[in-house]
C-alpha cells in the first residue's frame, strides 16, 4: 500500500463538541489521484507514540466540489480520533490513500428516482456526500433521511442538512430522530423497525424508493435490512457500510489447529510464510512486514481485499463482499484464516 501522499491540511471545523471536520489540500499534479465517487473513503496513516496508526475516514464532501473532506468523532480511549479532535492544525501534513470504496452512488442526470438513507451517529458522513451529490446532479430525483443521534447537541452537520432542507424543500426530506431528548418535529427512540414503516408506508407511502443507503452500526444495518426484506425490497437495491461492527467469529479460529504455507503477492512481489491456520492472514502479513493493504483492520471497510487463486480460506465475519464475489475468491484479509495446507493470497488481482 504504497501510494500514499503527503497532503496538507487547509481547514480544520468544529462540527459537534465531539467531532470535526478536516479538509485536505491536494496539489494540482494529484488532482486525478484523489478524484472519487459520492460515498467513497480515504485512509490517513499517521505515526503516534512511536506507532504507525491507519484509520479509514468517509468523505461527506462533493465530488464535484472540489474539496477533500473528512469527518472525525472522537472516541473515548481512542487514538487518531482523539489526536484529530484535540491536536491537529491546520497546515499540517498527513499520509493520506487515494479515496476506495464500494457505497457508492453514480447519478445520472436524466434519471427520476426516489432514493431513502437511514444513517445514525458519524454514519452520516458517507450519506451526506450521496444526498448532495444527488440533489446537485439529479434535479429530478428525491431524496429521503432517516438520522438518528443522541440530542441535537451531537448530530453532526445539523445545520448543514438544514440548509439543504430550505435549498431543496421539494427533494430533499429529513426525518430526525434522537434517543435521549423529545425534541419539536422530530422522532423519539431509535432507528428501528417502526422508523422503516414509517417511511415505507406512512409518510412517503407515494414514493416508489429505487435505492437505499444505510451507514452505522452494525445493529442498526441489520434491523433496517431485515425490515426492508420484510416488505420485499429486492437487496441488490440496498447499500451499507458499517462504522462498528461486532466481533463474534472467534470459534471459527478456535477450530483451526493446523499449519499452512502462505504466499502473499502484493505489489509485484512474492512473499511464502508458513503461519498457523488461526492467525489472520492480514496480521501475518503485517508481522512479516508486507505493506499489505489495511485501514481498519475490523472488517468494516474494503481496503484490505485480496483474492485467493490456490487453497481456501474462511473469514471470522463478513458484511462488505457479495455471495458473488466471495465465489469469485475475494476475502477480506482482515477477517480470513486458511482453512488449506497451501495457500495464495494475490493483492494485486482486484
Known amino acids: 500500500m504504497s501510494d500514499f501522499h503527503a497532503l496538507t491540511i487547509q481547514d480544520i471545523t468544529r462540527e459537534t463538541e465531539q467531532a470535526v471536520s478536516i479538509t485536505f489540500g491536494v496539489p494540482d499534479a494529484l488532482k486525478k489521484t484523489y478524484s472519487f465517487k459520492a460515498g467513497q473513503y480515504i485512509t490517513i496513516k499517521t505515526t503516534i507514540d512511536?506507532?504507525?496508526?491507519?484509520?479509514?475516514?468517509?468523505?461527506?464532501?462533493?465530488?464535484?466540489?472540489?474539496?477533500?473532506?473528512?469527518?472525525?468523532?472522537?472516541?473515548e480511549g481512542g487514538t487518531f480520533s482523539v489526536l484529530a479532535n484535540n491536536k491537529l492544525t491546520v497546515g499540517q501534513s498527513l499520509e493520506v490513500h487515494p479515496p476506495e470504496g464500494k457505497f457508492i452512488v453514480e447519478p445520472n442526470?436524466?434519471?427520476?428516482?426516489?432514493?431513502?438513507?437511514?444513517?445514525?451517529?458519524?454514519?452520516?458522513t458517507p450519506v451526506l456526500s450521496i444526498v448532495k451529490t444527488i440533489l446537485e446532479e439529479e434535479p429530478k430525483s428525491r431524496f429521503v433521511l432517516a438520522y438518528g443521534n443522541r440530542t441535537v447537541e451531537e448530530t453532526i452537520f445539523h445545520k448543514e442538512l438544514l440548509e439543504l432542507q430550505l435549498q431543496y424543500p421539494d427533494r430533499l426530506f429529513i426525518e430526525f430522530i434522537y434517543s435521549?431528548?423529545?425534541?419539536?418535529?422530530?422522532?423519539?427512540?431509535?432507528i428501528e423497525k417502526a422508523t422503516v414503516n414509517f417511511i415505507l408506508k406512512n409518510k412517503f407511502k407515494s414514493h416508489d424508493f429505487d435505492q437505499f443507503f444505510l451507514c452505522g452500526p452494525e445493529e442498526m444495518i441489520n434491523g433496517v435490512r431485515g425490515v426492508l426484506q420484510e416488505n420485499e425490497i429486492p437487496k441488490e437495491n440496498v447499500k451499507f457500510e458499517l462504522f462498528t461492527s461486532s466481533d463474534d467469529g472467534e470459534e471459527i479460529a478456535e477450530a483451526l489447529d493446523g499449519q499452512t504455507n502462505l504466499k502473499i503477492i502484493c505489489d509485484d512481489e512474492e512473499f511464502e510464510l508458513v503461519i498457523p491456520q488461526n492467525k489472520i492472514i492480514l496480521?501475518?502479513?503485517?508481522?512479516?512486514?508486507?505493506?499489505?493493504?489495511?485501514?481498519?483492520?475490523?472488517?468494516?471497510?474494503?481496503?484490505?481485499?485480496?483474492?485467493?487463486?490456490?487453497?481456501?480460506?474462511?473469514?471470522?465475519?463478513?458484511?462488505?463482499?457479495?455471495?458473488?464475489?466471495v465465489e469469485e475468491g475475494l476475502i477480506l484479509t482482515c477477517q480470513a484464516l486458511a482453512t488449506s495446507t497451501n495457500l495464495v493470497v494475490d493483492f494485486d488481482d482486484i
Open 50 to 75: 512511536g506507532k504507525e496508526v491507519r484509520r479509514a475516514y468517509s468523505l461527506c464532501s462533493t465530488p464535484q466540489s472540489g474539496n477533500l473532506k473528512v469527518a472525525v468523532k472522537e472516541v
Open 180 to 190: 435521549r431528548k423529545q425534541e419539536t418535529d422530530a422522532h423519539f427512540g431509535r
Open 283 to 325: 496480521d501475518a502479513a503485517l508481522d512479516n512486514d508486507i505493506d499489505a493493504p489495511h485501514s481498519c483492520q475490523g472488517g468494516i471497510c474494503s481496503s484490505c481485499i485480496a483474492r485467493v487463486t490456490e487453497g481456501t480460506a474462511v473469514m471470522r465475519k463478513n458484511q462488505i463482499l457479495t455471495d458473488d464475489e
Open 109 to 124: 442526470g436524466k434519471n427520476a428516482k426516489d432514493y431513502a438513507a437511514f444513517a445514525a451517529g458519524s454514519g452520516i
